[in-house]
C-alpha cells in the first residue's frame, strides 16, 4: 500500500495493529520511555476526551522493508454520562491508536493526524457501509466481476483474459455514488428544508421516474 500511494504521489495514514509486530512493539517501547508530545482535552458530541498523543520519525517498517516511517500513538480517556437507575453518572473508558503516516510533521501536526486517523470512521459509516447496504457492493458483487473471458496462452491452455472489467465497474459504481451523495447533500431541497433522508430522495426520484409523461398534443 505504501508503494502505490507513493507511486500515485498520496499521503496516507493508516491504524497501525500487531500484525506488524517489529514496527508496533518499537513504537509501544520507545513512547513509554519518555513524556507525551502533546496533551489536551476534547469536548465533542457531549463526550470529553483527555488525550496524550506521542509522535516519531525514523522507525524502520519491517525488517525486509527498512525505509523509516512516522508513527503516532494517541491515549485517550473518555468519559460520557449514562443514566444508571434513574440517576446521571459520569463513567471513564481508555482506549489506545496508533497510526503511521507519510505526512510531513512541519506541515501535519501530531493533533491534526489524529483527527485524521479517527475521520476514517466517517468514511466507514457513510462511505463503505452506504456502498455496501444500499449500492450491492458486496462479495456477489466482486465474484461476479471475476468472471471474464478466456484466451489460449502461449502453452496452448486456457486461461482468463487480464482482469481490467473489475476496477472499472467498480470505478462506475464509485462514480454514480459520489455524484448522488453531492446532489442529495449539496443541492436536493428535500434535505436542506425537511431533512428527508439520502433513502428518501432515491425513492422520489425513482418516483417522479417512473412516472408517465404528460401527452402533449401536436398543434391543428
Known amino acids: 500500500m505504501l508503494d502505490l500511494a507513493q507511486q500515485i504521489g498520496w499521503d496516507v495514514v493508516i491504524s497501525l495493529k ?55 500513538r494517541s491515549e485517550e480517556t473518555l468519559t460520557e ?10 463513567e471513564q473508558t481508555s482506549h489506545e491508536w496508533l497510526w503511521i503516516t507519510t505526512l510531513d510533521p512541519k506541515t501535519f501536526s501530531c493533533t491534526q493526524v489524529r483527527r485524521l486517523g479517527h ?16 449500492w450491492a457492493l458486496k462479495h456477489g458483487f466482486v ?26 465497474v467498480t470505478l462506475i459504481l464509485l462514480l454514480a455514488f459520489t455524484l448522488c451523495s453531492a446532489f442529495v447533500h449539496c443541492h436536493s431541497k428535500l434535505v436542506r428544508l425537511y431533512g428527508f433522508s439520502s433513502m428518501e430522495v432515491a425513492s422520489q426520484l425513482r418516483r417522479s421516474l417512473s412516472k408517465l409523461p404528460a401527452n402533449i398534443r401536436a398543434p391543428a
Open 119 to 134: 475521520d476514517r470512521w466517517i468514511l466507514e459509516n457513510n462511505g463503505w457501509n452506504d456502498l455496501t447496504q444500499h
Open 81 to 90: 454520562n449514562h443514566y444508571r437507575k434513574g440517576q446521571l453518572q459520569a
Open 18 to 72: 500487531q500484525n506488524q509486530p517489529d514496527l508496533y512493539q518499537s513504537a509501544v517501547r520507545l513512547f513509554s520511555q519518555r513524556p507525551p508530545d502533546a496533551s489536551f482535552t476534547e469536548p465533542r458530541d457531549r463526550k470529553t476526551y483527555q488525550v496524550l498523543l506521542w509522535d516519531t520519525e525514523g522507525l524502520p517498517f519491517s525488517g525486509e522493508d527498512p525505509r523509516l516511517i512516522r508513527v503516532l
Open 143 to 168: 465474484h461476479a466481476c471475476r468472471h471474464r473471458p478466456q484466451s489460449i496462452g502461449e502453452d496452448g491452455g486456457r486461461q482468463p483474459v487480464d482482469n481490467g472489467g473489475l476496477a472499472a
